[in-house]
């Protein structure tokens, strides 16, 4: 099974900064298929990139994924209070499917 | 509006079972692979199992295969999971999730149900 690792755990920054997550997998992803989900407390996930860059519907452009292979970071380029979440990266490209850790992005 | 309505959690000792459902609306839902994800608490996320837009295949995680069983009723839009011999590590908050354009990706989840495996 392919393991997703993300870092850092948890990341402390303030409004209107630039947030770089990072998702890193044990073995290449197929076609890229990596997706990354945003998650508030009390409620569900919500799918925010998929294909590692290109942006589900109804989200804003601040967000933006990247990378190919193994290592797939989310860009947030100017943090909103409403960004502050855990957001979970997940491969789809292989059996079975699997999600990172997650990371924690809190305010400053 | 897609909407996924998740029922059917429970407190439940273990060994027992329990008969998850998941009501859908607002899709063409004989069209739209479903899956379902778990959520322990305070946790991450864990795939458990999916089914294709006609029933016809199935999958599980390692860690339910044998004891869990995803099925679908297209004629009520309807989503199951029937969960045999729980143990106290299937304890989570477990979520439908609809599959967007044939892939293993959800773009619309329901609230989730509680499934409790205590004694």
Known sequence: EIVLTQSPGTLSLSPGERATLSCRASQSIYNNYLAWYQQKPGQAPRLLIYGASSRATGIPDRFSGSGSGTDFPLTISRLEPEDFAVYYCQQYGTSPITFGQGTRLEIK | ?119
């Open chain 2, 1 to 119: 509006e897609v909407q996924l309505l998740e029922s059917g959690g429970d407190l439940v000792q273990p060994g027992g079972s329990l008969r998850l459902s998941c009501a859908a609306s607002g899709f063409t839902f004989n069209t739209c692979a479903m899956t379902w994800v778990r959520q322990a608490p305070g946790k991450g996320l864990e795939w458990v199992s999916t089914i294709n837009g006609n029933g016809g295949n199935t999958y599980y995680a390692d860690s339910v295969k044998g004891r869990f069983s995803i099925s679908r009723d297209n004629s009520k839009n309807t989503l199951f999971l029937l969960m045999n011999n729980l143990r106290a590590e299937d304890t989570a908050l477990y979520y439908c999730a609809k599959g967007r354009g044939g892939f293993n990706l959800y773009d619309y989840w329901g609230q989730g149900t509680l499934v409790t495996v205590s004694s």
